[in-house]
């Protein structure tokens, strides 16, 4: 019976994650429920310090950058804001350092992130770490379509499993 319902369980979560494959192989899709998000929200930035370069149209936040869009909060060492060439919208931001990026009670964590605005994808490179209630799944670049909620890790990809035994 116990091993009936550990089998049950960990189908459930794999169900739950959205995994089309196992979650050892080289691309994962996963459901992202909690990051869908309004890419058309204002932005908020606030940070230690703030450098413009007019030539470029470009801006560099850093020190505890924190960027706020509606319910998801995106925190960083720096953040490179870059300007759309016209009409002066924000096109993309580019962080670095400590990435951490929270929606809806879920959590990525990697080195960088890259958010097109335009396209309203989010992509994590080095060491992603994804928390979902209390599962986990880690890889090397983690793609976020926050128009859908959906997104794939790729580089090797490791998850937890929990079988909801203590």
């Not at 050892?24 to 413009?52: R, Y």
């Not at 924000?90 to 009670?105: F, T």
């Amino acid at each position: 019976m116990t091993i009936i319902r550990t089998l049950s369980l960990t189908t459930a979560l794999i169900f739950t994650l959205g995994l089309s494959q196992p979650a050892h192989a080289q691309g994962t899709q996963i459901a992202f429920g909690g990051l869908k998000h309004d890419s058309s929200l204002p932005i908020e930035v606030t940070s230690d310090q703030l450098s413009v370069d007019q030539g470029t149209g470009k801006a560099l936040f850093s020190g505890n950058v924190v960027i706020g869009q509606g319910p998801m909060r995106l925190t960083a060492q720096t953040v490179e804001v870059i300007y759309a060439s016209e009409g002066g919208k924000i096109a993309r931001l580019l962080a670095s350092g400590g990435v951490i990026m929270i929606n809806a009670g879920e959590a990525a964590e990697a080195q960088r992130a890259e958010y097109d605005l335009e396209s309203a994808t989010v992509v994590l490179t080095g060491n992603v770490l994804l928390t979902q209630a209390n599962s986990a799944l880690s890889g090397e670049r983690m793609v976020i379509d926050l128009d859908t909620g959906t997104g794939r890790m790729d580089g090797r990809v490791k998850t937890i499993l929990q079988s909801g035994n203590e």
